[in-house]
């Protein structure tokens, strides 16, 4: 989340109720807007699709077809989303930003050309309607795109203009598939169209609003191949943290409660719509941790390295250490807090609204989000403590909690498969339990040898960047200046 605290400061600095309300309302669609969109999106289509008249089969078919086509470029981008980060927040710091926009093109084109083919097979062995595979195929495209420019939105301040984007795609989305549904055009084709629309005003409004903040762009686009070799673990981490968290959903489309649609869309909504839901109980410590990060932390970070960089006496250096750590672990316990005071709300109110309000949740589908919604307090309490090891750039540290999560989750689901439905859910909390607690092992053991890791660590001499990648890029360049 680098580059968007300073306007986070300036916005929570008022205490005036409104402008903590203002504040909160900013942060939250810049950092969870894409989740948010996502969700809206599935909820509106399948509305629009109900009151068109479409059968339980073709709502099926829309709803997997939306899911598949976001969820897996999700997983594909993410794989580069923690090497982006660094990258950029690399050149920010170097002032180099006339390297951003390249890189950001060079990853969408990487990302395109490894994961357009594929997903082309895959619809191929599917067997999908041409029409709804040419849809499938664009709005998996444009989602790449999208997802990949949020790595890079997230240094751009102009909050009114991202939100005027995001609603502005919202309701073209919805806009254009009543009107096609009204027009009594095929309704699943209609509204994947609109589905298309949304994301393509999503990624036309970032591409103004991140053009208009970065200088046009100079040196090759994928520059940023060389940050693999320089920190080859964060795609390791990216990786197994979104497999992580979405394993369970993929194992459970193949349980008692799943179901095949087509081809291979596989679905489960008996356990899909209860871990939508429970997904939704973690936005609070999603906003929460990055305000408090930006806001609260990293003034008691930025003090203790300036004064390891600039000379500062040791008793200053202790100090401000000693600052740094009470504030993380404030932070972290006030975030767990907040997500427990949720997560009750949630098991004990919110499952009894949703059993009274008639909308087809049955008591195994509470039973599941009241279990899911405990997993998710954990996931986010541990891909907290994840992220600020990020934060001090412990790579290696924070691959553990993340090979945690996906490892046991894997396991533990596919163990729960043979089991009642009774004991669906639980191989998930029992992963993001464990995943926070090797987290919490890692930082407490990374913060407790802090001087060392800071500098015995380093290298004497400075050591050439080497690698496969630093090859290829150093290729690439000598053909551009020919």
């Known amino acids: 989340m680098a580059g968007i605290g300073f306007e986070l400061k300036k916005l929570f600095s008022d205490n005036s109720i409104f402008m903590k309300l203002r504040a909160n309302l900013f942060s939250s669609v810049v950092i969870a807007g894409p989740m948010i969109m ?15 008249g479409a059968s339980l089969h073709e709502q099926d078919v829309l709803i997997v077809v939306i899911t598949y086509s976001l969820l897996f470029s999700l997983l594909l981008i993410n794989t580069l989303s923690y090497v982006l980060s660094r990258y950029v927040a690399d050149m920010v710091y170097t002032d180099q930003y006339a390297r951003i926009l390249p890189s950001m093109y060079g990853s969408i084109g990487l990302l395109l050309f490894l994961g357009a083919p594929a997903w082309a097979v895959f619809l191929f062995i599917s067997k999908l309607p041409l029409s709804y595979s ?17 790595s890079y939105i997230t240094d751009i301040k102009r909050y009114k203009e991202i939100i005027i ?13 009543y009107l096609l549904v009204l027009n009594k055009q095929d309704i699943v084709g209609s509204l994947l169209v609109a589905a298309c629309v949304g994301y393509g005003i999503i990624m036309i409004t970032y591409t103004f609003v991140l053009h208009r903040h970065f ?29 992580g ?57 930025k003090l203790y390295f300036s004064l390891l960089n600039e000379g500062g006496s040791l008793n200053d250096i202790e100090k401000a250490k000693d600052e740094m750590l009470t504030v993380l672990k404030q932070e972290l316990l006030y975030l767990s807090m907040r997500q ?10 919110i499952a009894e609204i949703l059993t009274l309000v008639g909308i087809g949740f049955t008591s195994t589908m509470i039973g599941l989000f009241r279990v899911l919604c405990v997993g998710y307090a954990f996931y986010a309490v541990g891909n907290t403590v994840l992220l600020y090891l990020l934060y001090f750039s412990a790579d290696k540290a924070a691959l553990y909690p993340a090979l945690t999560l996906f490892s046991l989750n894997l396991i533990g689901t596919y163990l729960t498969l043979s089991m009642p439905p009774n004991y669906y859910g639980f191989g998930f909390v029992v992963a993001a339990f464990a995943m926070f607690i090797v987290g919490w092992w890692k930082l407490v053991s990374f913060t407790r040898h802090l001087e060392y890791h800071v500098f015995c660590q380093q290298p004497i001499f400075i050591q050439p960047n080497k690698g496969i990648f630093v090859n290829l890029v150093k290729r690439l360049e000598s053909r551009d200046n020919i």
């Not at 427990?340 to 098991?347: A, H, M, N, Y």
């Open 165 to 177: 984007g995001f609603a502005s795609g919202i309701i073209s989305s919805f806009t254009t598939g």
């Open 340 to 349: 427990i005071f949720v997560t009750v709300i949630s098991i004990v109110m």
């Open 245 to 301: 968290i979405f394993v369970h959903l993929m194992l459970m489309w193949h349980s008692p409660l799943g179901d095949q649609v087509q081809g291979l869309f596989y679905h489960a909504p008996a356990h899909d719509i209860p871990a939508l839901f429970g997904f939704f109980t973690i936005l609070v410590s999603t906003v929460n941790f990055v305000t408090s990060l930006e806001v609260n932390f990293y003034p008691k970070y």
């Open 38 to 52: 996502g969700a809206l999106l599935l909820i509106g289509v399948k509305f629009i699709a109900v009151r068109g």
């Open 215 to 243: 200088p046009n762009g100079e040196g090759i686009s994928l520059k940023f191949l060389e940050w693999i070799n320089k920190f080859p673990h964060l795609p390791y981490v990216g990786f197994f943290t979104s497999a």
């Open 134 to 150: 040419i849809f499938s195929f664009s709005l998996f495209c444009l989602a790449i795109v999208v997802w990949t420019q949020i």
